[in-house]
């Protein structure tokens, strides 16, 4: 009973073999697709649960499942430890995926979830932004310069013709290495400048805000001078009392949340009154006309993530890791020969872990 | 970043290093402990959830999270596909479990859940049956012979001088097989002997109830001859409409659970109206006088599996392998230098998984 692993070196060696363009384009395809296909008789996706503690330090760890009938189960962990950067030279967000298979239950593949949270965050920005942004959007602003910027301006620059991006942190060191982060992208063409935040906000056809403000401290920016066809894409708001932006440019905005039973505990639409909320990210895919959902003024994309984000991207990671004969098949679910021996897998022949016997060679 | 990995051929090196009856005596005493010390503000133990689906088999998969303030989290991930046995040679519970430290959210061991289950699932009755059952036990009534009734024989064996085991399933090849299945477990002067349902009861000190009973389909042994200090292990029921000890017998029983709020929803105690629960496992433990919680006449143990069992089970498997050293370290999650980075992974220098370079090699 093999489960095929993938890891981070797995992952890097995929990378440098498809290329972080390949799978970010197939993430947000592959995403698209999903939420145009998208069924509730065929997924269960319930809202995502999780423990909240501020002992030994603020955090939050979360299980993130979704069934897509007769194709199988993943699960996402993901922690959200603010301090992991300052204190452990960690990211911010770290996560692993496990897949399942529903005719048995065995686990039948295990990856890395920082990689695939990066990217489907950024995927997501990408295909809601493709659909409610300007077409001709030049300029994105970024409001927070951490991790989830990087692929925030990935994702986004594969589907917008990007001349500039202007940026802010409330940490000056932050703003100032992002350019560097962004080097591998291959965006040699494009302006990066830190401004003030309010610049951020008038200059912008596009803005993220991905920031790891303190519940309660929102929002991240004003609401002066607000371009009228601006469009939001809201990611750092994941928790009850976390927003990122101004109650008034929600309430005259279109507001679609990636799922509104979520997006109303602990995205944006938590500061709207009643059933307010906008559509959601497959009913956008679905009403949209030549590639775009029909609006006029200010939209925001309410991201709070969605497992079948995590989802899809993990069928894009272990598609490419099979293909190409990256990761590594481990025994990690015990049995022996008899299914009704607990204890038979003691016996069984390998005295070693089938890892190293297993490891698939063709790099 | 590394992930300690127990992986099936880890474990079989652990069982035979240390020994199956230690380990099930160090999960029975640290289950003990953990129940006595047991304290709400400490735990945070969610009720378990799931998805269940009729195709393409039945099945139950489930996520069993548990928080222990400033220690960590364990989260296990459980399916439950009863075909599996017959169909595809696999055992009916196949899972896996993830830990976590609180203080970066960052995965810090992964390990086969089939095993640990088998193991804390035995546990789990051995201390109820130490708490409630008559001291002089010397005959165990098995009614299911499949995988989990191996380590309630086994569990149970090790805090009762037991003398006979009467067994019964409704597949005759399930229970022929079962001495086969249990001989390696040091219990020779064991009589084991397969007899009718009704005679597993009539001549039971302690019962063990751990089967596949359909849904509705309850309960698997009449209220008829059943001693009147009995004492019942009932194992199988973990899902509504799922039970197996006659509402009759927990009517006038002293019915325990291990966590009530589970029981009522899909354990024996769904049976039972209103408020009638007796003490959960940690209560028992507590109120016990000489190791013995006082009591007279009937008691069922009413068993949906507690994400706590798992939560210790899982700190006596790794507490072993860290000091045995067995077990790989694999760089599950992706960080470069630079945790702003999501992509910097891709140019750490091991152009190899550290699977191979860090497995631990005494052995």
Redesign the interface.
């Known amino acids: 009973?093999r489960t095929r692993?993938l890891?981070?070196?797995?992952?890097?060696?995929l990378?440098?073999r498809v290329g972080?363009d390949t799978l970010m384009d197939d993430t947000i395809a592959r995403l698209f697709r999903s939420c145009r296909d998208y069924d509730v008789e065929r997924f269960?996706i319930?809202v995502r649960?999780?423990?909240f503690?501020t002992?030994?330090?603020t955090?939050?760890?979360e299980?993130m499942?979704a069934?897509e009938?007769?194709r199988g189960?993943t699960?996402k962990?993901?922690?959200?430890?603010p301090a992991?950067?300052s204190r452990?030279?960690?990211?911010?967000i770290?996560?692993?995926l496990?897949r399942?298979d529903?005719?048995?239950?065995?686990?039948t593949g295990?990856v890395?979830?920082?990689?695939l949270t990066?990217l489907r965050t950024g995927a997501a920005s990408a295909v809601a932004s493709r659909l409610l942004a300007d077409p001709e959007a030049r300029t994105l602003g970024l409001i927070g310069?951490?991790?989830?910027a990087?692929?925030q301006l990935h994702a986004i620059s594969r589907v917008f013709d990007l001349a500039r991006v202007q940026v802010f942190d409330v940490e000056p060191t932050?703003s100032a290495?992002f350019r560097a982060?962004v080097e591998?992208l291959g965006i040699e063409q494009l302006t990066i400048e830190t401004v003030a935040p309010e610049a951020v906000v008038a200059g912008a056809d596009i803005l993220c805000t991905q920031t790891s403000v303190a519940i309660g401290a929102g929002p991240v920016f004003a609401d002066r001078n607000v371009p009228p066809r601006l469009h939001v894409n809201a990611v750092g708001s994941d928790f009850p009392g976390k927003t990122e932006v101004p109650r008034s440019l929600l309430e005259r905005a279109l507001v679609c949340p990636d799922v509104v039973a979520q997006a109303v505990h602990e995205g944006e639409c938590q500061q709207l009154d009643g059933d307010v909320a906008g559509p959601d990210l497959p009913t956008l895919v679905r009403n949209a006309v030549d590639g775009r959902y029909p609006h006029d003024g200010v939209s925001v994309f309410d991201s709070t993530g969605w497992a079948l984000e995590d989802h899809v991207t993990a069928e894009v990671l272990f598609a490419h890791a099979d293909r190409l004969g990256i990761g590594?098949d481990?025994?990690?679910?015990?049995?022996g020969h008899?299914?009704?021996?607990?204890?038979?897998?003691?016996?069984?022949a390998?005295?070693?872990?089938?890892?190293?016997a297993a490891?698939t060679a063709r790099?």
């Open positions: 009973m692993l890891s981070a070196p797995d992952l890097a060696l990378v440098r972080i269960d319930p649960s999780g423990f503690y002992s030994p330090q955090g939050l760890l299980w499942p069934h009938m007769g189960i699960v962990l993901v922690g959200y430890h992991n950067p452990e030279r960690l990211p911010t770290l996560s692993a496990l399942f529903t005719v048995t239950g065995r686990v295990v890395d979830g920082n990689f990066a310069c951490g991790a989830q990087v692929t932050v290495s982060r591998r590594a481990i025994e990690l679910q015990s049995h008899d299914p009704l021996d607990p204890y038979g897998f003691v016996d069984n390998a005295p070693v872990s089938a890892v190293d490891r790099r």
